[in-house]
């Protein structure tokens, strides 16, 4: 399979696009170009060769069939917040962005569901639906900036995940324009469906590579009424990763169950400028953890006896977060994590995931391979779901691409990672920056296998081709 | 694509199959042959060739390569109790049981997970992992003597589905034979994963087209530590429905919540020889209503609340099932219907789901196809879930495929199906006898997809061919 071979330069076909999408939505200028030639992935950049934001499924499917008869790579991209290169322009070509296409379309309270365009950010769905009782739970930590058509292209999780599961456990059907410039419904708008093969699945997390989704029919909750949060330190970040498996162990399942080294709370506290919890010597990492549902008394109960079993692993001083600012403060210190760790040099992220009582393993197995490589890392993440992310600093080296020692590191991390049972990434997605990892994970025939479904798809490799694997 | 045409007679190979699998696990007497003519759907019933019952993956591969070298159909079957003909061998050829992969590999009680062989009985691998405080929730009607391996290919659901995902909700990763003869891994053993296309969840409800599962790993999640049971008998089959929705918006979230016609009840109490539920003229259906958790008074105040909210909805006298005999019972009565219908006369099954408000148009949809097409049907299922199960007699017609008038039927019942946002089937798969409507759901682009999905992973198109579509 190879890459689409473009028979006339793109710039040719701008009047058709501007004919399809009206001319204020088509950009050559160069500032356009550059704000849409990077994410949030490493120190990245390429420069699309043209920039379009068209308003509808139709539109899109219209602009496809073009790229398709003359094989212009097209990337699809939603807010831009990816972490692993998934909306990189990185062969040039059009650059199509969703962010138009941001309306709810239904919040259907009979059924639990919502209908929405792929381009609403994710804190924006969530607090619509919230408004009628109900509740989405998949919120990356980008939540406020990022769009729920990015979450469904990576499959995203975020800290609820531990105990509601990541995006492909919310997403009941999907509207998608092929490459090939049909638009197909992926299922139906089921709770449990068992007609034919799950396309809907096949699409989740497929990175923008077979096809733009441009709705979306999500499943939702009752919102639970209550939420309890604490904040745990620990001396040993090793014994932090293991009092998280001891926690399901024994019987509990918090909304939430998150890991911070202490470098990396030192950074984000100093960043948002917070004192909310004290940085101490004798602490190497905390848990945050949270408790919710509909009964008071028994999250008060469940959250004691969790404090009380953590005890057993070494813990410090509790800090029970008392009211709704004292846990947004604390949230806003993890959420933030990740933008504070890059500002202060730790560019190059890995998403790694492992089974939950591997982390201590992993944890360890880090720090040795930063000693051996020369990098420090820090590490932080959802360690409910052993979905550890890991920040990577090694001076002079801004990106994981051209240093062949920080390639070779990368290699030996995701072979321990593969070694505990675990993979390359958890919820950001391949994109362009694993690619080259994923025969660590998959042999010939499983990665022969996807590229031949990517082929049924787009036939000319047009769409978000060389992401999750070689084209 | 056709269907693969037998370059030499099965029983050619006879000598070589007996090699692999070695003589005692090679069957061509017609009384063993006969046993594996049938599973349980409506009457059919189709002869294999042979009869292979191999130990192992290695085993299954060396199978699967002579077949696709021979071009001979293969139908793979776990346990033969599927209510859609995924299990029947309508072509010939060789019948390849996984009933002797019967091992459950290893609990992990670390991970909250499980490695089974696919030919465990799903109630077997809940016992054994109850017996360690933990919970693997999806459990067809069927339990007792269906297979996880059938589960995994059905992607079944079960009472539980509505609080806590069906089959396709818990599979981490699959080791598969491909009818190619190469032995895969579809993911790893984790609970988050962005890491290429999800070949599991492609896997999962493919009905045995696509490989043969001989590993499943599942998650497991602590085993809550009591539930409450109640029946609920309401004057209108219609108002049953409506109140099944009402039950979600109000923000509960049940354990089970199934609903049964009082025929089927009736009937299933005379096979049971149960008293236990009073049959009254006054009543046309019960919701049998469980909630679960950790905490009893939590649980007792949300019973009771539900139990209040049904008042408005017409319900009649509830009755909670007081201690674990009572709630045994109940459970019997409910899991045994539709054994008991079918044994009554209500022979052809269908599956049919839609979002859980449209139950009452589904309801009342049904009774209206009933006098227009002559048959007779009981309506039962998985209401949480908008899924219901629907059982019709019509005197002198056993089966679904040979009636004209029947077949127009179920065309207009799927159709009403499609045009209440739908699907054909919700657990039980399309098999053979729902294949004929798939049409009605999916057009042709998108059944053109999942048949080159099918072309991917079966070139020679051996392994249950002519099942979900048309091969």
Known sequence: MTTGTITTPVLEHLDAFKKISGEAYVFVDEEVLGQYAQDQTEDLHFLPDVVIKPGNAQEIS??????????????????????????????????????????????????????TEPGVIT????????????????DPSSRGSCMIGGNVAENSGGPKAVKYGVVKDYVLNLEVVLPTGEIIWTGANVLKNSTGYNLTQ????????????????????????????????FKSLETAG???????????????????????????????DSTAVPITPETEAHLIIEVDGNHMD?????????????????????????????????????????????????????????PRAQLPALIRGVKELGKQYHFHAVCYGHAGDGNLHIRINKPGTKNSQSDPEMIQSLRALFQLVQSLGGTISGEHGIGLVQKGYMDIVFDAKQLDIMRQIKKIFDPNNILNAGKIFEA
Chains 1, 2 share one sequence.
């Open 62 to 115: 219209d602009i496809l069939k073009i790229c398709n008869q003359y094989k212009i790579p097209v990337t699809p991209r939603a807010a831009g917040t990816g972490l692993s290169g998934g909306a990189l322009p990185h062969l040039g070509g059009v650059l199509l962005s969703i962010e138009r296409l941001n309306k709810i379309i239904d919040i259907d309270e009979r059924n639990l569901q919502v209908t």
């Open 123 to 138: 804190e924006v769905l969530q607090d619509a639906v919230k408004a009628k009782g109900l509740f989405y739970p998949p």
């Open 202 to 233: 096949l699409m989740v997390g497929s990175e923008g590579t077979l096809g733009i989704v441009t709705k979306i029919v999500l499943k939702l909750i009752p919102h639970p009424k209550y939420d309890l949060l604490m904040l745990v330190p």
């Open 242 to 272: 293991e009092a998280v498996s001891a926690i399901f162990r024994a019987g509990f399942t918090p909304s939430a169950l998150e890991l911070v080294e202490i470098e990396a709370l030192e950074i984000v506290s100093k960043m948002v």
């Open 298 to 354: 028994a999250l008060m109960a469940e959250m004691e006896a969790i404090a009380e079993l953590l005890t057993g692993y070494d813990a410090g001083e509790v800090y029970f977060a008392d009211d709704a600012q004292q846990k947004a403060e604390l949230w806003k210190l993890r959420r933030r994590v990740a933008e504070a760790v890059k500002m202060s040099g730790y560019t190059i992220e890995e998403d790694t995931v492992v």
